[in-house]
């Protein structure tokens, strides 16, 4: 999971990394909405990388070293992450970006809460599970752009025409429908982890 976040990761901040709007992949022109969506892919690289990094059991045994990697990754990471992510959403104009987006930003900042008291509370199983769920919407960076192209085969038997200019308009309008599939099948998926260790 770390090798598949860190290359994900690297394709994904690539095109920010001269801070050249015409490299956007978002079309959101320039300005604050630009900056934003910059430190939201940043800061969201942070958590993407360092997530996989707590689930491993020789650092969770050193306690010092897993607690600080774990206030990195919601400190650096998820929270200016989230924070971020929900005025480049908001300001995007489009419904299904919105939704794609902020409702999982929310679900990000409380499921990092909820892990963050548990491990107060020293309630570690609790604290791991939401740990799991909060790790599965970062995932969202990752698994958005898997299922954009699955998307697109899916649709090749239903298409009379198969050209470039359809394959990339089609894409367009597939990211958000990504988006919003993303934070649900991951979730999906740590919610059937969870539940399955739970009854070992």
Sequence with gaps: MLVVAAVFGAVLVGPYLGFDVRDSRLDGGGGPHYYLLVAHVFTALVALVL????????????????????????LAGV???????????????????????VIPAVLWLLTGWLAFQAARRRD???HRNWMMRNYAL???????RVLVPLLLLAQ??????????SISANAQSMIPIGQVL???VNLVVAEILIRRRGSL
Excluded: E, K
């Design 51 to 74: 997530g996989p990094l707590q689930f491993v059991p020789a650092i969770r045994a050193r306690r010092r070293v897993h607690r600080t990697i774990g206030r990195c990754y919601l």
């Design 124 to 126: 570690f199983l609790r």
């Design 182 to 184: 993303g934070w649900i």
């Design 79 to 101: 929270m200016p992450s989230a924070l971020t992510a929900i005025p480049v959403a908001l300001l995007s104009g489009r419904l299904m970006t919105q939704i794609g987006l």
């Design 156 to 165: 090749v038997p239903f298409s009379d025409t198969v050209n470039a200019g």
């Design 138 to 144: 970062t995932f969202l960076a990752v698994t958005s």
